[in-house]
């Protein structure tokens, strides 16, 4: 599964536009507010009908128009497919898989997995265990898919326990109920548990490794870090149940893999809190690309890799480094203010497209040369 072309109406800054992917790395070359991340987000925006930049689909409409329309048109062993999403201000987003209706682009079979790499994404690193939560999840969802359900039934487990905790605090129900529930809990959260201790591991020694190429020095480090104890469902029922009288005091369930976080350190120390912002920069490429390694070696996708202004950061050696792990497998989207800054961007295997003014052009080396 590759992506091959990329179309876009009134997207953010971009009246019209179409651009066509290479098969390996595809270099996107511009001044700083050319419309370079506005493209990557075009391309995450298809491929997932969610911006990887905001929550407010209104900020996708280019200034002063009404609808913007994305289409992903892919490539892969049973023929082409195309998903397209589109957005008119006051109504629902129309997603579509092969001009049919969906109502999530994250359920198609066979759409392209993304991974994108923008500043904004440093909260994964800095912001709430909340965050760290939901990307392990996707990971576990993106390395087995089948086990996107576990997450789902903890949750709607989880919903409807704190909910009988509401009714017992407000007199409508009996605490006698609660055993059932704790069980029910229990049951999916040790499920939830496994899948996330699973992912984690496939991804922890790549991550040291490709760390430490990127250049993070001090032993950098993922763990899982579960909020329970347990070894098994009785195990987890049994925590529950000594929480009892303090969930029923606080109105909600504190205890579970809802509680989870994922830790990520340096000389033992967690990033988020001592981390430099170039150390926390390089920690999100580190992780993000080892999980792609991960989710190739475990499936026949490797999901499509979308960087933004990730070279300023690191030095030629790292970015040579950086460009042929890129380089080595699946298909890969950088954007980068100097053409100079991504070592192997001549290279035939490599697509280079420009970007000016809003609108995409092939190949920065031709029209430098020009
Ligand atoms: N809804 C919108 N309609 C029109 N233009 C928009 C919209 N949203 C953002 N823009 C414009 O897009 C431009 C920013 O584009 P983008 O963030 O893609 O730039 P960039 O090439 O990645 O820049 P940098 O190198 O500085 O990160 C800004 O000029 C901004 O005004």
């Known amino acids: 599964m590759r992506i091959v072309r990329l179309a876009l109406r009134n997207f953010r800054s971009y009246p019209t536009a179409e651009v066509e992917l290479g098969a390996g790395l595809t270099v996107v070359s511009g001044r700083n507010g050319a419309g370079k991340t506005n493209l990557l987000d075009a391309l995450y925006f298809g491929?997932?009908?969610?911006?990887?930049?905001?929550?407010?689909?209104?900020?996708?409409?280019?200034?002063?128009?009404?609808?913007?329309?994305?289409?992903?048109?892919?490539?892969?062993?049973?023929g082409a497919h195309e998903l397209s999403v589109a957005f008119e201000s006051g109504q629902p987003k129309r997603l579509m898989a092969d001009g049919v209706r969906v109502e999530r682009l994250l359920d198609v079979p066979g759409r392209p997995l993304v991974s994108v790499f923008l500043p904004d994404r440093l909260e994964l690193v800095k912001g709430t265990p909340s965050l760290r939560r939901a990307h392990i999840d996707q990971v576990v969802a993106a390395l087995w898919p089948a086990r996107a359900a576990t997450r789902r039934a903890y949750a709607q487990a989880l919903?409807?326990?704190?909910?009988?905790?509401?009714?017992?605090?407000?007199?409508?129900?009996?605490?006698?109920?609660?055993?059932?529930?704790?069980?029910?809990?229990?049951?999916?959260?040790?499920?939830?548990?496994?899948?996330?201790?699973?992912?984690?591991?496939?991804?922890?020694?790549?991550?040291?490794?490709?760390?430490?190429?990127?250049?993070?020095?001090?032993?950098?480090?993922?763990?899982y870090r579960p909020r329970s104890r347990a070894a098994d469902a009785g195990g987890l029922e049994e925590e529950l149940a000594e929480r009892h009288a303090s969930d029923l005091e606080r109105g909600f369930t504190q205890h579970g893999p809802h509680r989870d976080d994922l830790a990520l350190t340096r000389e033992r120390r967690e990033l988020r809190a001592y981390g430099s912002q170039g150390q926390q920069r390089l920690t999100l490429l580190a992780l993000l690309l080892a999980e792609r390694e991960a989710i190739a070696a475990t499936r026949d996708a490797v999901p499509v890799m979308l960087l933004d202004d990730v070279m300023s950061e690191l030095d030629r050696e790292r970015r040579g480094r950086l460009v042929e792990l890129l380089r080595g497998v699946g298909q890969s989207v950088i954007t980068t203010t100097d053409?100079?800054?991504?070592?192997?961007?001549?290279?035939?295997?490599?697509?280079?497209?420009?970007?000016?003014?809003?609108?995409v052009g092939a190949d920065a080396q031709t029209e430098r040369a020009a």
Request: proline share 3%.
């Open 339 to 359: 053409l100079e800054h991504v070592p192997g961007a001549e290279g035939a295997d490599v697509t280079r497209l420009s970007v000016r003014d809003g609108v």
């Open 47 to 78: 491929c997932t009908g969610r911006s990887a930049r905001t929550t407010n689909d209104r900020e996708l409409v280019r200034f002063g128009e009404q609808v913007t329309r994305v289409v992903v048109m892919t490539e892969a062993d049973d």
């Open 159 to 223: 919903a409807q326990r704190n909910a009988l905790v509401a009714r017992i605090r407000a007199g409508g129900a009996s605490a006698a109920s609660l055993p059932a529930w704790d069980r029910e809990l229990a049951r999916h959260g040790v499920a939830l548990m496994a899948d996330r201790a699973a992912a984690i591991e496939s991804v922890q020694t790549r991550f040291g490794t490709i760390a430490g190429e990127l250049g993070l020095d001090g032993d950098p480090a993922v763990a």
